[in-house]
């Protein structure tokens, strides 16, 4: 069996050569990945196509390696790809998972949509298994590398037995550091009904703008006081609590001097996962409930301002509905994945920092509540994280390569 430090000479070091060619022809698809539906739809396919290009002649298909590969679609053009590369021990898996538009370089820097996010991570990925089928070490866990569809379009590597990942390290965040909790994300939108009138005729309106910012206020207020700051943030290295706010205002249009009769506040509760989701969506809609209730005590703003005209029997009222909610999740100090991580971070990476933030990560909570010790790191930069002007390090990416490799060492040891 290969020991940890033949197999970190076997795998040397993330080949530049290799390595921006693949990633200039997944940048190149870059455009056609962007999520942002009914416009925008990701084909995921059409990344898929060049780590296939990358991977295929040294997978069991075609007869030139040991991959076995298994492209997976439940939706056109959308699909999830499996890469494993076999290990002699049945059922002992480690597995990596990881959810502008033309690559150009600048000395270290790799510019380009998705270089430190997600497209980043595939395309290191992709040569991590590639040096695994051409150096063929004798490795007894099996090596899964599984590139998602997602709207983050991520990437996952793990570990584990039977169909169980024992160790699985979701590569989709950044800086080098494990990302040991990610915030739980609760997308709301609050619709406001009033009445519609002339401006100069306030006091013959109930202004559903006003209404949104007072029940906002009010709702947040309540939110603060039921969710605070918990001290287990502290312990995981949280930059910021849990938090609601609106990020989004519509209305149906008008003109200026017109009152409008309706609009709609959107926003998301980011929540630590020391939280449950399911006890803040109850919570919201009970602000809600009691607004609606007692509306006529809601604070109103001047002396016509009212969210209740008696006379015409009509009452303001607020609808609260949510879109798809998703879990944060709090990584395992203490497992095995976690400390052979800190291990391979503070050897290549020279220093460890575990941060925890609440931005969102799909499936790995669901992967943990499974049984799987789900670990998150990245290799992009924080600082151009969905930036304008997006771009990575080749030395950062490569220091990744370096540590899944000794990752993989440390748990053949």
Known sequence: MATATN???????????????????????????????????????????????????????????PLIINHVTYFPGRGNLIVEYPGTVPGKILSFDFDPFTLSIDGDKLRGRGTTDCLGHVALVTELMKKLAQTKPNLKST???????????????????DALVQDGF??????????????GMIPWKLHVTGKLFHSGLAHKAI????????????????FYKDFPPHPQEEVYGFATPSTMKPTQ???PGGGINQIPGECTISGDVRL??????????????????DINENIQKLETRGPVSKYVLSD???????????????????CDLNSKGFKVLCKATEEIVGSL??????????????????????????????????????????????????????????LED
């Not at 979701?170 to 915030?183: H, S």
């Not at 202004?207 to 309540?222: S, V, W, Y």
């Not at 996962?273 to 803040?280: A, G, Q, R």
């Open 170 to 183: 979701w590569i989709d965040t950044a800086d080098k550091q494990p990302c040991v909790g990610t915030g």
């Open 312 to 330: 015409e029997n009509l009452r303001g009222s607020l609808t609260l509905t949510f879109d798809e909610a998703m879990s944060g999740v709090a």
């Open 7 to 65: 197999l970190l000479q076997t795998l040397g070091n993330l080949e530049k050569d290799s390595f921006i060619p693949l990633l200039s022809n997944l940048i190149g698809e870059s455009r056609h990945v962007q999520n942002n539906p009914p416009e925008l739809i990701p084909e995921e396919d059409r990344v898929v196509k060049h780590v296939l290009n990358s991977l295929s002649p040294l997978s069991t298909a075609t007869g030139g390696g």
């Open 249 to 251: 205002w519509s209305y």
């Open 207 to 222: 202004n559903p703008l006003e209404l949104a910012m007072d029940a906002i206020k009010e709702i947040q207020l309540k």
């Open 353 to 410: 920092k575990p941060f925890s933030i609440t931005g969102s990560l799909p499936l790995i909570r669901e992967l943990q509540d499974e049984g799987f010790d789900v670990q998150s790191v990245g290799y992009g930069l924080m600082a151009t994280y969905h930036a304008q002007n997006e771009y990575c390090l080749f030395t950062d990416m490569s220091q990744g390569y370096r540590v899944f490799a000794s990752i993989i060492a440390q």
């Open 272 to 289: 630590t996962p020391f939280y449950n989701v399911k006890d803040v969506i109850k919570k919201l809609q009970e602000y809600v409930d």
């Open 143 to 161: 090596v899964v590398a599984v590139f998602i569809a997602n709207e983050e379009n991520s990437a996952i590597t793990g570990v584990g037995v």
